[in-house]
């Protein structure tokens, strides 16, 4: 799908970008063919896609698997997808607010994630969909700060330590504002991450918990935890753990906060 191709659509449904979505249309054929194959699918593969937009790479990857879902917030956007693919579920509505009864089931995530509600996008995929084994996304370049970030840095909270118990992070490529109608100010890049067996620790709970332990970054840990457990239960299991009385959230490696999460046996 090319730019006069996506004008030509834009002019002939009535559809203008709607900014409080962030809608960016990708319009470059080579970066749209390259994400797809990124996403190694297969016939058999349940796949996900979060904010279709256009289609750019929803009508590529319809032609690849069987069991499609797209959830698409607009509702203009939505009714042009339905119309025009065949064999595609398009559910009309906002991913965040949205109850997947089966979401364990999907093989493949792919989503182009505006920049606003990136955050919260990744903590509900990371959270319900982390037997996915793979999952490819399209994010404005600056937030990789926040997904690949280590303990004692500025950027390290909920979203990286997800990242890091998911799978594999790997930088794809950059893609300028120039690939996409409208352009964007920004540049964006394409990563993907690959699943391993410690996403198997990942659930909608321990995103809660890590929330819970972030949630006043300046204050020791334990005072964070103070409304999940009593302060004996903690005292006793950061000595177990070796973790320090006064530790903070953004000192504890990915694999001690599931450790903790286990040891506090929060539900």
């Known amino acids: 799908m090319n730019r006069e191709t996506i004008k030509e659509i834009m002019s002939s449904e009535g559809i203008l970008p709607q900014s409080k979505f962030g809608q960016n249309f990708l319009c470059d054929e080579k970066i749209i063919s390259s994400i797809v194959e990124l996403c190694e699918i297969n016939r058999e593969d349940r796949v996900l896609e979060i904010g279709p ?3 750019s ?4 990857i319809s032609e690849l698997t069987d069991n499609f879902t797209c959830v698409e917030i607009d509702n203009g956007l939505a009714r042009y997808l339905s119309e025009n693919l065949k ?3 398009i559910v009309n509505d906002d991913f965040i607010r949205h109850i997947f009864e089966n979401a364990g089931s999907y093989n493949i995530v ?3 994630i505006p920049y606003y509600v990136m955050t919260d996008i990744m903590k509900k995929l990371f959270g319900s969909f982390a037997q996915a084994r793979k999952m490819v996304f399209m994010v404005e370049e600056e937030a990789l700060a926040r997904i690949d970030c280590g303990p004692d840095s500025k950027q390290y909270g909920p979203l990286a330590i ?3 118990l998911y799978g594999s992070y790997k930088f794809e490529f950059r893609v300028p504002h120039t690939a996409f ?3 964007p100010r920004t540049t964006s890049a394409v990563i993907s991450f690959s699943r391993n067996n410690t996403a198997d620790d990942l659930s909608p709970e321990f995103v809660k918990f890590l929330n819970t332990c972030f949630s006043m970054r300046r204050k020791m840990l334990r ?3 103070a409304s999940t457990a009593s302060a004996e239960m903690i005292s006793g299991v950061f000595e177990r753990l070796e973790i320090s009385g006064n530790a903070r959230a953004e000192e504890l490696a990915p694999d001690v906060f599931v450790k903790l999460f286990r040891e506090l046996d929060i539900r």
Do not use: Y
Not at 57 to 60: A, G, K, N, R, V
């Open 53 to 55: 937009g256009l289609g």
């Open 57 to 60: 790479i929803t009508f590529p």
């Open 87 to 89: 064999g595609v579920d």
């Open 110 to 112: 792919v989503s182009n």
């Open 162 to 164: 997800l990242c890091a």
């Open 181 to 183: 109608v409208p352009q």
């Open 223 to 225: 005072k964070n935890l």
